[in-house]
């Protein structure tokens, strides 16, 4: 299942509360469309969405966006120009 960072935990939990004021609120990741994934807070997830919750910030995963970051590690970071960038990483294999 996808994971967050710590960073991507905070910036999701920032980003939610500032664009919906639902207690479900959360971001969505949908696709990949045109090897792109289009993200965006919503105030609650769709039916047979996948939810991933770390921390206080819920990530909501469309179902064929869940099969392609099942093994995926999620990070996040703020531009200097308050842009926000989401980064994908492969999970560290466990022994």
């Known amino acids: 299942m996808l994971t967050l960072t710590e960073n991507a935990s905070n910036i999701v939990s920032t ?8 207690e479900d609120g959360g971001l969505r990741i949908s696709g990949p469309t045109d ?29 064929s966006a869940s099969e392609v970051l099942d093994d995926k590690v999620l990070d996040a970071q703020v531009t200097q120009d308050g842009d926000v960038q989401f980064q994908l990483a492969q999970q560290p294999e466990t022994a």
């Open 15 to 22: 980003i939610v509360d500032k664009q919906t004021e639902s």
């Open 35 to 63: 090897g792109a994934f289009a993200i965006s807070a919503v105030p609650s997830g769709e039916p047979g969405d996948t939810v991933v919750e770390s921390g206080e910030a819920k990530v909501y995963l469309e179902e």
